[in-house]
């Protein structure tokens, strides 16, 4: 009778991808945040809007959201009180060229993730972004 043998894969697992949801109105920045992050695993997804960034992390349960100082129809502020009526909600960075002690302090006292200041440096948003995910899921997770 012939036994019943798992066989191990020899393939590394895949890797989770993980949505980043960029809010921004410069396609420049859009473009520098996609490439300083691993494209095999991370999907960015664009809004340019407090309302259209309320139907994407609605609609695709981003990880984390990226949020410019200031939009075209508010600011980091109304995002991050739009994100915290969702049930789940994600991190919020929040990405400005004028990124100082006070707004930094502003942001984690309001509940945000962190400040990434501009220009972007690589390594930086890769960091910011993989702990604010993994913060996330702690939060998720319970």
Same mark, same amino acid.
């Given at each position: ?12 697992? !895949?890797?989770?991808?993980?949505? +980043?949801?960029? *809010? ?7 473009? #520098? @945040?996609?490439?300083? #992050? ?5 999907? *960015?997804? /664009? ?6 960034? #309320? ?7 981003? !990880? ?6 200031? @939009? ?9 009180? +739009?994100?915290?009526? @969702? ?15 006070? @707004?930094?302090?502003?942001? +984690? ?6 400040? +990434? ?10 960091? *910011? ?5 993994? /913060? ?7």
């Amino acid at each position: 009778m012939p036994s019943a043998v798992k066989k191990r894969s020899t393939r590394a697992p !895949a890797m989770e991808k993980i949505t +980043l949801l960029a *809010v921004c109105s410069s396609d420049d920045d859009l473009r #520098l @945040l996609a490439d300083s #992050l691993e494209a095999e695993r991370w999907t *960015v997804r /664009h809004a340019q809007t407090c309302g259209e960034a #309320l139907q994407a992390m609605e609609s695709e349960n981003p !990880a984390v959201v990226a949020c410019e100082h200031e @939009l075209a129809d508010g600011t980091w502020r109304d995002l991050f009180a +739009l994100a915290s009526t @969702l049930q789940d909600p994600p991190p919020v960075v929040v990405v400005s060229r004028h990124a100082d002690e006070n @707004l930094w302090a502003e942001v +984690l006292n309001l509940g945000g993730y962190d400040v +990434l200041s501009k220009p972007f440096e690589k390594n930086e948003v890769t960091r *910011v972004f993989e702990m604010a995910s993994r /913060h996330g899921r702690t939060l998720a997770a319970g």
